[in-house]
């Protein structure tokens, strides 16, 4: 009889083991295999299959690209106020000044980006950002910030197998593999236990150093932009070992999901459109985030659409249009103009770019969302508007960290071994 048919836990041993395969759970892997730790990266689907590819429009961060006034003190700024200041400062300085080398670093790793007239990566507009500040592939951002993580850590293999003659000695990938409690010895982290799924078998990785980059929660709300495996693992496991959590009523509901039909409701549908002309209508045809600005943000808005349209061209003279607030006052407007009964035949709203921009630049712009509404809704986007609404998006709280990410427990103290990174943080 074999190990697996006694119900036998196969053990293994690491330096450093992550527990998820996105973008946050890849970078955190890499930098430990440089570093000389032999690493476990843990996915619980296929490998590549992570929310960050939901990541459609961009990557924030102030290099000024497109407009010269842009720096970090101002992206700091943008992401105070969109959080009502209720943000970790601290982690938001972070951020701000760190993310322009991390947008280089994946450049350098081999992302492609899009290129602006002279050569360096193109910035586009977002809602809750002053300037145009998002580096973009096209519509599908995320899926390319995974492209290059996975191709690094294959690279990492490679190199391994020549100086190992093992490609997985250092750095190992385990797929569809769900961890379901971490182990503690003597206060301190010691592993991670869980089973794989293809097999049902248990799995033991003894490791001094678990991280927790497991994402978000959506699969706790019926319409989300998330696939099946954002239960909130990461968040469960940190409470399991006395680690706290915070802010966990913030959850953010993207403004625009696909509502029809059904069977795709709330997939995302990307801020770029709006970013690059699109516009929310209610049932009347009315503009109607104009009716919607906060005091807090009205001196950077426009009040009319004549003036939101010049911002486009002229961002230096004008103010930025109303559906470029931030994603949860634009998701509170949709859902109020619902409520009021102006909403589109299925619960929703019309986004609309194609009466604004012209085919070509739609297409070239705004492939994924072309083929996606297109191909699942039957929707030419190039000709008629879409229908959208709030979905789940992104968890906001998350589990408690230092600025070095150490995960903290209910006293404010490190629990020693244990750290987190990206959406469950």
């Known amino acids: 009889m074999t190990d697996s048919e006694r119900g036998d836990i196969q053990r293994l041993s690491y330096d450093v083991v992550v527990i998820g395969a996105g973008g946050s759970g890849l970078r955190a892997a890499i930098e430990a295999r440089l570093a000389g730790k032999k690493t476990a990266i843990i996915s619980k689907s296929l490998f590549g299959k992570a929310h960050t590819v939901?990541?459609?429009?961009?990557?924030?961060?102030?290099?000024?690209?497109?407009?010269s006034r842009d720096n970090w003190q101002v992206h700091f700024r943008d992401t105070m106020r969109g959080g009502k200041f209720l943000n970790s400062w601290r982690m938001a300085e972070v951020h701000a000044k760190e993310a322009p080398d991390r947008v280089w670093e994946l450049e350098a790793w081999g992302a492609v980006f899009d290129r602006t007239k002279d050569g360096k990566i193109s910035q586009r507009n977002f809602g809750g950002h002053e300037y145009p500040r998002l580096a973009h592939v096209g519509d599908r951002t995320g899926l390319e910030m995974i492209r290059t993580l996975q191709q690094k850590v294959v690279a990492l293999q490679q190199q391994d197998a020549i100086e190992h003659g093992?490609?997985?000695a250092m750095i190992k990938v385990f797929a569809e593999t769900t961890i379901t409690r971490l182990i503690k010895d003597d206060g301190r982290i010691a592993g991670a236990f869980?089973?794989?799924?293809?097999?049902g078998n248990f799995i033991l990785f003894e490791a001094p150093a678990v991280i927790l980059a497991t994402g978000g929660i959506g699969k706790s709300f019926k319409v989300t932009s998330n696939s099946w495996e954002y239960t909130g693992d990461g968040h469960a496991l940190a409470l399991l070992t006395g680690a706290t959590v915070l802010n966990m009523e913030f959850v953010q509901f993207h403004p625009t999901g696909m509502v029809w039909p059904l069977s795709v409701k709330g997939l995302l549908v990307t801020e770029s459109v709006r970013g690059d002309g699109g516009v929310l209508r209610n049932s009347e045809g009315k503009r109607f985030m104009f009716d919607y600005v906060p005091d807090v943000f009205r001196a950077q808005y426009a009040e009319t659409e004549e003036e939101g349209d010049r911002w486009y061209t002229d961002p230096d003279h004008n103010r930025r249009p109303p559906e470029l607030l931030p994603r949860d006052e634009v998701a509170r407007s949709i859902n109020s103009e619902v409520k009021a009964g102006r909403g589109s035949p299925h619960g929703g709203v019309f986004l609309d770019i194609a009466s604004r921009r012209p085919a070509e630049e739609i297409l070239r712009k705004l492939p994924s969302m072309y083929h996606q509404f297109k191909e699942l809704a039957d929707v030419d986007i190039t000709k008629e508007p879409m229908e959208v609404g709030p979905t789940c998006h992104y968890m906001m709280g998350g589990i408690a960290v230092t600025r070095d990410g150490n995960v903290t427990d209910v006293k404010n103290d490190p629990v020693p071994g244990l750290y987190?990174?990206?959406e469950c943080s």
Do not use: K, L, S
């Open 54 to 67: 939901m990541a459609e429009g961009g990557a924030a961060a102030a290099m000024g690209n497109v407009n």
């Open 420 to 422: 987190a990174a990206g």
């Open 166 to 168: 093992d490609a997985e």
């Open 194 to 199: 869980g089973y794989v799924r293809e097999t």
